[in-house]
Structures are given as C-alpha cells and as structure tokens.
C-alpha cells in the first residue's frame, strides 16, 4: 500500500491543507523546525489507525493535534493498494476513535472493514513499532550496551522492541516476590511472620493442659481450706469462752465490791431530791437577792439628793417667747447695725445725683416740678408734629423761593432774545427799503430761523421745539419759493419769517413774565405759613412754662433730662425708707432685750450695739440653764418613784427565797446546812454503788449468754482465777492464729490458681493469634499468586518467542541478510541465527563468525535496521506491505553510516514505500546520493512550511 | 410426638475469619474475634426463646487447630445455660473436632449428650415421645468410612433423628469425608438426617428423610455469603418436618464486583463504591459486613489503577466512610482484576509477536500440555520446603491456572504494548 496524496481539513497548524501527489518510490518531507513534519506524520497516522478513543485524561506527552488554524479535525488520504485499486480514507475526530469512510476510484462507497486489509492486518502499534524509525531507538541505551544488544536486536526481529524491557520487569517484579535461595523476597517475610506466630500458638496450646492441672490443683487447695476452718472455728470458741471470763472478772469483783459497802452505810429515808444542788442554788438566789436590796436603797438615796436640788432665776422661764424672739432676731439686729452706716452714705450720693439733674435742668426746677411735668405719649407726639410741621413749612419756602429764581432768570433771557429780534428786524429793514422787497423776505425767513434757533439752544428749550422752529423755516421758504416761481422773491420772505419770529419772542416773554408774578406770590404764601407754625409752637412751649426759644430737639433733650432725674428722685425715696425701717428693728430689737436684761442682773447699755447683742445672748443662754436644770429635777423625782417601788419588791423577794431554804432543810431533816450536806453525800454514795451493782450484774447477764442461767456463769467465775483464765485465752489465740496463718497462705494459693484459671479461660490471644497468621497466611497466598502470574508471563512470553522463532524468524532472518550485505558493502555475508537460541549472529566476509556484540556501533545499527527491514518484507510476503516512515532517524549518523542506512532505505523503497520527514537538507542529499547508488528512482522533495 | 428442635453444625468456635489481607481497624477486629461466639450466643438465645426441646450440633463444634480453651469453655457455658432452662443439647463430632483430639477437662450439664465414636441410640427427652437420636462422633480427623451405612436399619420410633457430620453425595466443594448417598441415608429408617460439614445451608432432601444441612451459623471466608444460620425444625404428631431457618450471624461476608468500564475518573469509580458499600449495609439486615471488591472490564481507568497504591487509597478512603460505623462495613481490600483497554479480537488477526501472545495463550485452554508448560516452575515456590505448608493447598489447579493465565496474558499485553497505542 503506498499513500499516493493528503488534504488535511483541520489537523494542528495546518487548515485545508493538500500534499501530493507522491509518485515516487521515496518522498522526503523537507521543513525547518516546528513546519509541522511530526503533525503530518501523526495525520497519517491518525487517519489510518484512528484518533485516540479513551474519554479522561490523555497520558502525558500525548498531544490530540486540534485544528488550531480551523476546519474539522481529521482529513483525507489517498491510498494505492499494491493491486492498484485507489481508496480515500476520510476520518474525522469522533467516538470511537473516529469514523472511517472509505471511497473507491470510481467515487462509489467501500466496505470500513477493506480498510484493515488495507493496511495489511497491522495494528497501530506493528505501524510504530516495525514500520516507524525514529531517531531514539537507534540511540536506544540498550543498543548501545554489549551484554543487552543481543536481545535488544533480536526482539526488533520480531517486532517486540518492548519484550526485552518486558521481561527484566517480570524478573524483577518475580524476585522481590519470590527468589529461590534467596531470604529477603516477600515470601519469606511473609514465612518468617507465620513462623513466629505459630510458634506463639504453640505456647498458647499449652496453656490447655495447664487449665487441667490447675482444676485439680484447685479442688486439693480447696479441701484443706474446709478442714483448717473447721480447726479454726473449734480453737475460736475455745478462746471465747476464755474471753468472755476474762471481760467478765472486772464486773465480778464490782458487784462483790458494791454489795460490801452498802452493808456498811447508813440508810436515809426520803431525802430531798438533788438536795445538794437545790441547797447551793438556794444560797446563791439569797445572796443575789440580798446584793439587789443594796443596790435598790443606794438608787433611792441618790434620786433623792437629786430631786430636791434647787434652781435660781426660775423665773426667766416665763419670759420664754420673748427669749425665743431675741434668739431669732439677733442675726437681722447685728445685721441692722452692721449695715446702716453703709445705706447712710449710698443715700448721700443719691440726694448728689439728683441734685446735679436739677442743676441741668434750670433752676426753676424742683423735686415738686420733676414729678409733674408731663412726660406723657401725647405730649410726645405733639412735640414730633410741630418738629414735621416747621420742617415742611421751611421745606415750602425754600421752594417756593428757588422756582422764583428760576422764572425770573428765563423772563430775562426770553426779554434779550426779543430784543435781538428786533434788531435783526431792523438790521433786514434797509435792504428791503432799496431793492425789490420780495426779494428780501426769504432772507428775513432764514435770519429768523437761525435767530430762533439760536435762542433755543440758548434757553435749553426742547428739541422738539427746535425741530419745529426748523421745520417751519424751511417750510415757509419752499412755500415762498413755490409761490413766487422765482428766486427774486427769497428777501420778502426772509423778513416775514423774521417778524413772525419777533412776534413769537415777545409772546414768549409775555408768558414768562406771568410765570414770575404767579411764583413770587407763592412764596409770599409760604412765609406766611411759616409763620404760623412758629406762632403755634411758641404758643405750645408757653403752656408748659418753657422757653419761647426751645426748638422742638430741645424740648426731646430736656423730656430725657427730666426722665433720669424722676428715676434718681425714686431711688433716693427709697433708701430713705430703708434706713428708717433699719433704726426702727434695732430701737425695737433693745427695746425688747433693755428690760430683760435688768430683771436677770444682765449688763446691757442701750447705745453700745455691742452690749445689746452680749446681753441677748447671754438671756438665751441663761434661759436654756435654768429650762436644763428645772427638767432634770422633774427626771429625777420620777426616778425616787420607782427606786422606791423597787426597793420594796426586792425586800419581800428575799424573804421569799429565805422561806424556801428553811423548807429545804427541814426536807433533809436538819436546820443546818453543813448537817444537809452531809447526809447529802451518804445518799449519794449509796446510789452510786447502787448503780454500780446493778449494772455489773447486767453486764454479767449479758456476758452469761441466752440460754445460760448468770448463776452458772458466776459459779464457774468463783471457781477459777484470772491468771488461769488468761493462760487458756492465750493458749487458743495461738492455736487458731496458726490455723489462720494457713488459711490464708491456702487462701492466696487458691487466688492464685483462680486467677490463672480465669486468665486461661478468658485469654483472647489465641484469638488474636489464630487471626493474625490467616492475614500473614493471605499475605503470603496473594504474594504466591502474584508470583504465579508473572511466572507464567514470562513462560507465555518465552512460547510465543519460541514459536516465532521457528516458524518466523528463519525467513525474517533470510530476508535481513540480503539487506545487510548490502549496507555494508558485502563486508558480512551472512546474517544467521543458531538453531534454539535467541541469538543473532554474523559472519563477515572471510567466514568468521561475530557476535552482536563485537561489532562496531555503527554495524550494529545497520544490522539492526536489517532485521527490521527483514521483518517488514516477511511481513510484506504474508500481507499488503505499508509505508515505512523514516523520522529524523540518520541525522546523527556519520555521512558514510547515514549513506550506507540511505540505500538499505532504497533498497527497501523497491517493495514500500519510504516517506522520510526531515529538517536537514543534508538528508535530502543523503537520500538522492542513496537513490543514484542503489538505483531507484530520485527521491520526491516535499517541503512543508 | 411433636418435637421442636434446633439443628446447627460447623460452630466453629473461636476459628479466626480466613482471606483477610489486611489487618483489621480495632473494631472491626474485635468483632470478628468474637463472631462465632456471638453466632453461637444468638444460637442458644433462639433455643431458649423458641422453648426448644433440644439444640443438636452435627460436628465441627471447633476447628482441630483452633480448639482453643475459651472456644471449649464458651461451649459448654451455653449448653449449662440450655440445661438451666430445661433444653437438652446433643453433640456429635466431626473431622475439624474429632474425639481423639485434645479437649479440657470440662463438665459437660446433665442435659447434654456426647456422642462416641460408635453409634448410640438416645431419647430426646424423658417424658415418652419416643423420639431417639442416634448419633455418632469422628473417633480421628480422617474417617473415610460410610458411617451411614455402618448404621444399618435402626429400630422403629415414632421419630428418629440420625445426627452425622458427612459429605453425603461426595459434595467435590467439601472434603469427602464419611462419605455417603442419599440411599445410605435413605436405607437407615431415619426420619431426620441432622447433618453438618457443607457450611453453605442445603437441603438435599426435603423427606422421607429429610436431609438438611443448615450450613455455618456464621460465615468465615469471602466465600460464605450471605445469611447464616440454623434451622428451627418443627415435626408435628403426623412426622411432618418443618424447616424454619433462622439467621444467627453477627458479621456477613459480602462480594462486590465493578466493572470499571463505565467510569471515567477515580472519583466515580469511588462513588459507586461508596453506592455499592451502602447497599451491602443496607442489605445485611443491621449487621456487620466484611466486603470483598473486585474491579473488573476494560476501561481507560485501569491505567490510573496500576498506579502505586492508588487502590491501597480506595481501599482507605472507603473504610474511612464505612469501616468506623457500627454496624460497620468494612471493605477487606479491593482486587483489581480490570484490564485497560485493548482490542483483543483485532489483535488476534495481526501477525507480530504480539498478536503470537495472545494465540498462545489461547491455545494454551485447549493445549494441556502448553498449559502444563506455561505453568511450569510454580511449584518451585508451592512445594518449596519452606513454605508448602503455608501454600501447597493453594497450588493453582486447573481451574485456578486458566485464571492465571489470562490475567499473565493481560499483564505481558500492558507490558508490551505502548500506552497511546491501546
């Protein structure tokens, strides 16, 4: 099969792209660079094999060449199959590695399973590995090692460049599993765990047989237990019995005791009971009762001293609210002494002031004139019109006056521009005397116009007026001339014009002088009003006693004059007021203290302040004394009262108290205390002992047991003494103190045993034991399986390398030597390999055998090259030969190895195919020298990019 | 004549789980300690809540081995608490417990009989149903003698009840001891055969007799699934056998397997686990489960898969999820049994050395001398003096090798071929 074209649609950088057609039995694909030669090599690729199918992630330096520039990704190739038919294969990126389409020459559809015979049956991978040469595997590591070369060339005869890899993987893999001999494999970790858990078991076996010897060792200890407690129990009575004669020898010899000394004392019939306590509680309450008789007459005696102590000026008390009111004036009277002097003079600068207002005012006035005159709202106002009412009188005057000015000054104006009329009248009249008056009227006209005009510029008259005085003019003249029809009527007009003109100037000054007589009686008008206001307000000013001459501001002055003084007169009555009532509180305040202080002997002087003060205190003070005094007389006499009272209570409480004690007595049969005591003691004496039989007896009762009558228990007491009773004691304890000893020596034996026991039955650690060497066991087991696997890898690997090796490699074998001998010049001869080895071996041309080995790098490159040359055409016999795609592969070959590898190339472009992709044009040379050598026809050059 | 009773065999008491890879989390462990034991609890628990007459135990009450102290112990505590309660117990034993081993002197309850290494004929109770078992217990480990026959015809009763431990039909799952037929059984004249040694629950016959096995109480190994248990059997005043079995597992045994065909990435992979994981729970009845995974098919995944420790991280990352909850399911470990993806038919047709591997090892199924020579050299390692003790009994056989032989096949391909090439 040989690719006769491509057009690429969309594949990496190429968009739309056609290459083609390729004729020739080489084809070089000369580009720099990324040109893009991988991308083409792997379009080819692609299209026939297939794009990637898997989903995810792809492996890592895979790249998917997506259409960068645009367009579908994937493409065409044109194909020639060795019987010659023409196929397009088209597949684009899609599911399952992208649909193929397959079209015949004829543009009819064929089958997509032509395209596996197509390509001869091969697979993706035999198209890398067998027709793809790349510059790594000729530098491949294994290539260049003595020891590996062997296989490594061999394996390429078979198409399994990874099988040598292959197998030193499953070596490995095999070893760190399972080595026979070996001791650090994982077998035999796994081996040495178990061997140690077994042993363990082994122990934990024995602890079976230890369960029975300690059951009956168990069941001894526990009989001997029965029968020391038996022994025990016997020597345990035995001392208590002993024990119980030895607690009950003290109570014994009481009971013998008491009942001795009872006989012997005398026996006291009804005594008092607690007599003794009774008689001291008795004496205790007398001597208390008499203590509080004493104390009860020294309070009597002390109230009385105070009750009728007398007390002097007694009498002051019933002065009480007037000494209650000198207390409360007395502050506000040294406050009234202290002050006045000070209010004195405040009221001195008062009467100043008002006086300096008077002075202003004139010295008409007075205090009397000050409150009356009349500063009233309405007088006031009056003042404020008769101020507007001469203003606007004055105000008329000055107009009145001003406008008279002005008229007069415009009659005398108007009067001149008359005059100048007329002399200019006067001055035209001669002309018009001599020559044809008619002539000289529009003259006149024109003089008059100006004359006019003259005048109202003069006396700033409108402009209107000027306008018209103009316009007349002008208007006169053209009427003139209209009329006339000849210019020697111009001078009659002229002075017409000028005698009209005249006539208005003194109509004129006619009205002006009017205006000046009308103003000069408006002033004569506005005096007179004048007048009458002055007459008025001097009239206004006499009625209140004021000067003629005040102007209505003066009056304003002299009103805020009188104000100030009317306030300084309300202050100065004022203070007067308050210094009267201030002498009035302190003549009364020593009125009221003067007579006082002379009744209770108090110094006072009734014009020193000083004294007034003294003396008022001292009464509220002397006061106070005798109201103290007079009170604690009061207190006291109540307190003889009740001093009295109890005196009484606590002499009948002590002969109460006395009666008793006689009773008391008389109860104990005496009248003396030191006689009731004494028989006190014997009563007591006899309780005691009393008490003291009694409860020996019951202790002895309780001792001898239920069931034991006392008597017994004290007959066997009279029947031994203490000192036996303590040997037998002391001879039982013993007894059964050894007993016990042994007893509990058993007792820790059986503890012991029990312990063991539970120990034994509850133990998990066979358990534990028996679990653990199953997972060592499955760990060894998944470690033997492991091993297994990869032992029969290898064998399959080696069976199927065997078979090939018999039934294929004699003709792949066959086929390389023909390339070999010729790369190499006839240099070897013969190409071979030993019957059942997986070896290949030369022979050169004198017959001597070599290995791989011991050839030069560059031989065994081309004897590698061979083989695989060998392989491709065996595989070419059995099915449609495929293109063999050189990348880059001779680039780092010396020219004379690249040339010799270059023709083995052409030797073999005769049956495939060669596409060469290359960025050296070296190669390019390389491959047309090679084609001229071996020839075959000359390369086809390709460039890309 | 009614009787109730329990029929249970193959206790093992105190035998560890077996196929365990990895060691268990400390709860999980503890409970697979004491697994037969709880099974064995619940065992006599049932007999005294049901009112049973009697518990019978067709052999293999421990495993040889393993007859430890506190199994032997627990056993008899249970059968006092059965006798305090009035229910007899009858034991036979079997080629994992036979009489000659070694057994502490122990106090069997009064309720309870022993059967010896003869036949012997017992009533079940005192009161006169006539109900007889007979029953016999292995004298050695290896009793290759049809005990059932030896039996002969028992005396008419109006019900026997024969208790055996016996590979009856020559079960080949089950080692062949006391090898018998269900003729032998049938010529006896016993109504009920009790038996025990299979340990998955069958019933061979359903009467005239009535053979039952009730399998293991508690199932020991990835390949007892499922329940586990006893049969509550009922024979009425006519004879008429009823069979009610009862679950008596504390922890279950679960075999999961995900073709990873269908997942793209890891993460999906490990969510259907997790799915997978809950389902088992979910399934277990509130039990335990230990599981088993195997990922299977082809798929783009494997390739991240045969990546160092990926599937030791699966394994982690589900027992973080599952293996701490109570009850728990614990995910033993995860056997990768998936390939990547490869077009073997295609490569078949091709002509290169590769394609010569997998004509090889097809070849090898119907060649057995190919296959004997493909699985030459193992038994370098499976009868190695050191360790064919451990692993001679897991030397592949013919089944297993085909086995080998394709995952050998699966691994030269991935060795061979080039990823991008697949």
Known sequence: ?945 | MRIRFVHSADLHLDSPFTGLKAAAPENVADRLYSATFEAYDNIVNLCISEEVDALLVAGDVYDGADRSLRAQLKFVEGLKKLDAKGVRSFVCHGNHDPSDGWEARLNYPAGCHCFGPEWEAVPVSDDANGVVIHGISYPKRDVAENLARRLGRVEPSPFSIGLLHANVSNDPNHAPYAPCSLDDLAASGIDYWALGHVHTRQVPSEREPAVVYPGNPQGRHPNESGPRGVYLVEVDDGGNVGLDFRPMDTVRWARLDSDIGAFRTEQELLDALHERMQGVLDGADGRSVVVRMTLTGRGELNRTLRRPNTIEDLVEEINREWAERSPFAWCERIEDASASPFDREARLKGSDFLAEVLRTADRAKTDPELMARLGGGLSDLYQHHRFRRYLSRFAPDEEELTVLVDEAEAMAVDMLVEDEDR
């Open chain 1, 1 to 945: 099969m040989k690719i006769s074209s491509l057009h690429i649609d969309g594949f990496g950088r190429f968009y739309k792209g056609a290459f083609g057609p390729f004729e020739r039995p080489v084809t070089v694909f000369l580009g720099p660079n990324e040109a893009g030669k991988s991308t083409l090599l792997e379009f080819i690729r692609r299209v026939l094999f297939g794009f990637r199918t898997a989903r995810g992630r792809a492996p890592s330096g895979y790249n998917d060449y997506p259409p960068l520039a645009g367009g579908r990704h994937g493409g065409n190739l044109t194909i020639v199959s060795d019987k010659g038919e023409t196929v397009t294969v088209q597949r684009f990126q899609g599911a399952g590695g992208g649909p193929v389409r397959l079209t015949a020459a004829s543009g009819g559809p064929l089958p997509e399973g032509d395209l596996s015979r197509l390509l001869g049956q091969h697979s993706r991978e035999v198209f890398k590995n067998v027709f793809t040469f790349t510059l790594d595997e000729l530098h491949d590591e294994a290539l260049l090692k003595d020891d590996s070369v062997n296989v490594q060339i061999y394996s390429v005869g078979m198409g399994a460049t990874k099988l040598p890899a292959a197998r030193n993987a499953l070596g490995s893999a095999k070893q760190a599993l399972f080595l026979k001999g070996g001791s650090r494999h994982k077998i035999a970790g796994a081996g040495g765990e178990l061997g140690k858990v077994d042993s363990q078991l082994a122990e934990v076996a024995n602890n079976a047989s230890a369960y029975s010897d300690l059951t009956s060792q168990l069941k001894e200890v526990e009989e001997e237990l029965e029968r020391l407690s038996g022994l025990r129990r016997k020597h345990q009575l035995e001392l208590n019995q002993q024990k119980r004669l030895e607690s009950a020898w003290e109570d014994w010899n009481d009971l013998n005791d008491a009942e001795r000394e009872l006989s012997r004392l005398p026996f006291i019939e009804d005594f008092p009971v607690d007599g003794i306590s009774r008689l001291e509680t008795l004496e205790e309450r007398i001597s208390t009762a008499q203590g509080e008789y004493k104390s009860a007459s020294e309070l009597v005696e002390g109230a009385t001293a105070k009750a009728e102590a007398p007390v002097g000026h007694e009498a002051i008390l019933t002065h009480s609210t007037e000494i209650r009111e000198l207390g409360q004036g007395r502050t506000s009277f040294v406050n009234s002494v202290r002050d006045l002097p000070k209010r004195i003079t405040e009221l001195k600068d008062h009467e100043r002031s008002l006086a300096a207002t008077l002075k202003d005012l004139g010295a008409e006035w007075d205090e009397a004139r000050l409150e009356n005159f009349d500063l009233s709202m309405a007088v006031r106002e009056d003042v404020s019109q008769y101020r507007e009412r001469l203003q606007g009188a004055e105000q008329i005057l000055g107009l009145s006056k001003s406008t008279l000015t002005q008229h007069v000054n415009l009659l005398e104006e108007a009067a001149e521009a008359e005059g100048r009329a007329k002399r200019e009248i006067e001055a035209a009249g001669k002309p018009v005397g001599r020559k044809n008056g008619s002539k000289v009227l529009p003259a006149v006209c024109v003089a008059a116009g100006l004359t006019l005009l003259a005048l109202g510029m003069v006396l700033g008259g409108s402009a209107l007026f000027l306008g018209v005085a103009a316009g007349l003019a002008l208007a006169g003249v053209a009427a003139y001339l209209f009329a006339t029809g000849r210019p020697s009527a111009g001078a009659d007009t002229e002075f017409a014009r000028l005698a009209r003109e005249l006539e208005r100037a003194q109509e004129l000054a006619k009205q002006r002088h009017g205006r000046v007589e009308k103003c000069k009686k408006d002033v004569e008008e506005a005096e007179l009003s004048l007048e009458s206001v002055q007459r008025s307000w001097r009239q206004w000013l006499a009625d209140r006693g004021l000067l003629e001459k005040f102007q209505p501001e003066t009056v304003d002055v002299l009103q805020g004059k009188v104000e100030l003084g009317r306030n300084q007169l309300g202050s100065l009555r004022s203070h007067r007021e308050r210094i009267d009532a201030i002498q009035y509180d302190i003549d009364e305040y020593v009125a009221k203290a003067a007579p006082l202080a002379s009744d209770f002997g108090v110094p006072f002087d009734r014009n020193d302040s000083n004294t007034v003060a003294a003396a008022a205190h001292r009464l509220i003070e002397l006061h106070d004394e005798v109201n103290g005094k007079v009170n604690d007389r009061t207190n006291a006499e109540t307190a003889l009262m009740n001093a009295q009272h109890q005196l009484k209570t606590r002499a009948s409480d002590l002969r109460k108290i006395e009666k008793e004690m006689e009773g008391l007595l008389h109860a104990g049969g005496t009248a003396d205390a030191e006689d009731f005591r004494t028989r006190a003691e014997i009563v007591r004496r006899r309780m005691d002992l009393e008490e003291k039989r009694r409860e020996a007896h019951s202790r002895l009762q309780r001792l001898s047991g239920p069931g034991e009558p006392l008597d017994a228990l004290k007959k066997q007491l009279g029947d031994t003494d203490f000192q036996t009773i303590r040997d037998q004691a002391s001879l039982a304890q013993e007894e059964s103190d050894n007993a016990d000893l042994e007893i509990r020596e058993l007792s820790n034996r059986q503890g012991s045993i029990q312990k063991d026991l539970k120990n034994l039955t509850g133990e998990e650690e066979s358990s534990r034991l028996r679990a653990e060497r199953q997972r060592w066991l499955e760990e060894m087991r998944g470690h033997a399986r492991e091993w297994a696997v990869r032992t029969i890898a290898e064998n399959l690997l080696k069976e199927a390398q065997g078979k090939f090796e018999k039934e294929r490699q004699p003709d792949v074998v066959r086929h390389s030597e023909e390339f070999f001998r010729n790369i190499t010049d006839g240099r070897y001869q013969a190409v071979f390999s030993p019957l059942d080895s997986s070896e290949i071996q030369v022979t050169d041309s004198s017959g001597v055998p070599k290995q791989p080995s011991q050839l030069s790098r560059g031989t065994r490159e081309q004897l590698f090259l061979s083989l695989r040359f060998g392989l491709i055409q065996d595989l070419g016999q059995r099915s449609e030969p495929l293109p063999v795609i050189v990348d880059e592969a001779l680039v780092n070959f010396d020219p004379e190895r690249g040339l010799r590898a270059a023709r083995a190339f052409a030797e073999l472009s005769r049956t495939n195919q060669v596409l060469v992709f290359t960025c050296h044009p070296t190669i390019v040379e390389l491959f047309q020298d090679a084609a001229a050598q071996s020839g075959v026809q000359e390369p086809q050059v390709v460039p890309i990019g």
